[in-house]
């Protein structure tokens, strides 16, 4: 089955320091893979996502590249705000067939300190 | 902007009661999902739809029950609440073949 395992938090940095959440996956098939972040109080927003293999997804200042040999996705950012405390979740959908069911890693809590 | 709503967003009640929890959307997406999240943030899919009268269950068990009688409507009914349902859940839907779902603002529920 599909799976996706992310750093456990929870993680604080202080403001502009560079972030890194770990995130790998197992899937049958060929996966599209997505960060989606959950602040305070809120429901999830997508941050961003790829579909294949070396894509890079990229939004707000945040990246993560789509690596097929390591089956990877790490969420990067170079300079963290205190803005972008939150819980972020690494996800997948397995595109094969007619499956738009997402799977979920357990999330990472980020705090950003001033 | 994602158009999803739920309501209400916050809930409290006593044990045995009949609760409803409302989900709408107005982006006409034929595909709608409900989440739990336990309080260790982790999300369960518990629900699903991808059309007007078809629903299935998800991966994790619920005693819940849903229906899909309008595209726009998703609505979650618990019979009998217990407080191993006191948790935050979540709708979502998307549209097509497109894999991104769009997410409401949850409904956080207490069971007393």
């Known amino acids: 089955g599909n799976s996706v395992t992310q750093m456990e938090g929870p993680v604080t940095l202080s403001e502009e320091a560079f972030l890194t959440i770990n995130c790998t996956y197992t899937?049958?098939?060929?996966?599209?893979l997505f960060w989606y972040v959950q602040y305070p109080g809120e429901g999830l927003q997508l941050l961003l996502k790829?579909?294949?293999?070396?894509d890079k997804g990229s939004n707000k200042g945040f990246e993560a590249t789509y690596r097929k040999e390591t089956t990877s996705f790490h969420l990067e950012k170079g300079s963290v705000q205190v803005s972008d405390s939150a819980v972020y979740f690494c996800?997948?959908?397995?595109?094969?067939?007619?499956?738009?069911?997402?799977?979920f890693g357990k999330g990472t809590l980020l705090t950003v300190n001033p | 902007e994602a158009d999803i709503y739920q309501t209400p967003r916050y809930l409290v009640i006593g044990t045995g009661k009949k609760i409803t929890l409302e989900c709408s959307q107005t982006?006409?997406?034929?595909?709608m999902y409900w989440y739990q999240q336990d309080p260790g943030m982790e999300l369960h899919l518990i629900h699903y739809?991808?059309?007007?009268?078809?629903?299935e269950k998800g991966d994790l068990s619920s005693e819940s029950t849903v229906s899909r009688i309008r595209t726009e409507h998703f609505p979650l009914t618990l019979e009998s609440a217990r407080p191993s349902h006191t948790s935050q859940y979540l709708c979502?839907?998307?549209?097509?073949?497109?894999?991104?779902?769009?997410f409401g603002p949850g409904t956080r529920l207490t069971v007393t």
């Open positions: 979502a839907s998307s549209a097509g073949f497109s894999t991104e779902q769009y």
């Open positions: 899937a049958t098939g060929y996966p599209s």
């Open positions: 790829a579909t294949k293999a070396d």
């Open positions: 996800a997948l959908i397995d595109s094969g067939g007619s499956n738009y069911k997402l799977t």
């Open positions: 982006m006409g997406h034929d595909k």
């Open positions: 739809s991808y059309g007007v009268n078809s629903t």
